[in-house]
């Protein structure tokens, strides 16, 4: 998640945050994927269950209209063809796009493999933001 999270930074996560509210295009999230069984991912939601999301030479889109992406300082300019969401699913993407794995390689992720909201770099003490 470069350049919002470095390496080695401690992020706490809201493990209760979803039992309260949805999931939001938007949030970043932890999240277990089956291929990495031992490892935490970091993802950035770009799309829900039900949306259509394609990437078009690194733009992203979301029901056919163009999303700005202010946070991606490393951008790529692969392709990735128009797919639905199913639903129960998410879409998540790194904000590192040029070395990230995410939804382009695994495709959409389902919503159990969420271990809940990032919300704030806890450590080395300089990383103290929301």
Do not use: C
Not at 30 to 59: C, M, S
Not at 74 to 90: G, N, Q
Not at 120 to 128: E, K, M, N, R
């Amino acid at each position: 998640m470069l350049p919002h999270v470095q390496p080695g930074e401690v992020v706490l996560i809201n493990t209760l945050a979803y039992r309260f509210g949805p999931i939001r295009r938007g949030d970043i999230v932890a999240l277990n994927h089956d291929e990495a069984i031992a490892q935490t991912f970091l993802k950035r939601v770009v799309a829900l269950p039900g949306e259509r999301v394609r990437i078009d030479a690194g733009v992203l889109y979301v029901n056919g209209t163009m999303v700005p992406e202010p946070y991606v300082s490393f951008p790529d300019k692969r392709s990735v063809a128009e797919r639905t969401v199913p639903p129960h699913a998410l879409y998540v993407l790194g904000d590192n796009r040029a070395e990230s794995e995410d939804s382009r390689t695994w495709g959409p992720i389902d919503e159990s493999a969420v271990i809940g909201k990032a919300i704030v770099g806890v450590w080395p003490p300089q990383s103290l933001r929301s």
